[in-house]
Structure formats: C-alpha cells, structure tokens
C-alpha cells in the first residue's frame, strides 16, 4: 500500500496564491506518476496536472500557465503551486500515484477561491 498526505489549502482571495504539498509513503516502489486531481461540488473528480518520475507532465487546460507541477522523486513528494487562483478553481483537490500494484488517493485538502 501507498500512503499520501497532502498540505497547503486553505482560503485565498482571487489572483491570490497557494502553494500543495503531498508525500509518499509505505510500499513507494515503483511509483511511475504522481498529481493532482479535483472534485468541486458537484461535478467529477478531474484532473490539474501530473508528472512522470522522468518529468514529463500532463495538463487540465484550464490550469495551463497558471499552476505549476514538480516532484522530488528522493523524497517522494509532488508539489503543485496555483498562482492566479480563480473561484472556479474552489474544489477538494487530491493527491494521486500510481504504480504496477495500483492507483493510490490522499484524504484531500480544501482549497476555496473567495473574496
């Protein structure tokens, strides 16, 4: 089993900025890809973005040029930074890998886009 454990949501106002964070533990071998995924009220779960432990990404177009993804594959974590945060972008965004056993899912973390 792979454990994820994802910090850093909260409330932010418009154009504002918020930093995910998400750490892997337990059975991390072989761990091919990790990201983000989204669920606003609602709506299905989606995708924002994730990454390959070669580096190569993959995009939600409506996150394009906004948000950023990076993964520290000796530490296993993934990182996404959100700059210019839009209401819409208000959802429970979860952490995701996936490795030759399985797709794994952290618990979640609010991040709500308000003024």
């Known amino acids: 089993q792979v454990q994820l454990v994802e910090s850093g949501g909260g409330l932010v106002q418009p154009g504002g900025s918020l930093r995910l964070s998400c750490v892997a533990s337990?059975?991390?071998?072989?761990?091919?890809?990790m990201g983000w995924y989204r669920q606003a009220p609602g709506k299905q779960r989606e995708l924002v973005a994730t990454?390959?432990?070669?580096?190569?990404?993959n995009w939600a177009d409506s996150v394009k040029g906004r948000f950023t993804i990076s993964r520290n594959n000796a530490k296993n974590t993934v990182s996404l930074q959100m700059n210019s945060l839009k209401p819409e972008d208000t959802a429970v965004y979860y952490c995701?890998?996936?490795?030759?056993?399985?797709?794994?899912w952290g618990q979640g973390t609010q991040v709500t886009v308000s003024s």
């Open positions: 995701n890998a996936q490795n030759g056993r399985g797709i794994y």
């Open positions: 990454i390959t432990n070669s580096a190569n990404t």
């Open positions: 337990g059975n991390i071998f072989g761990i091919y890809v």
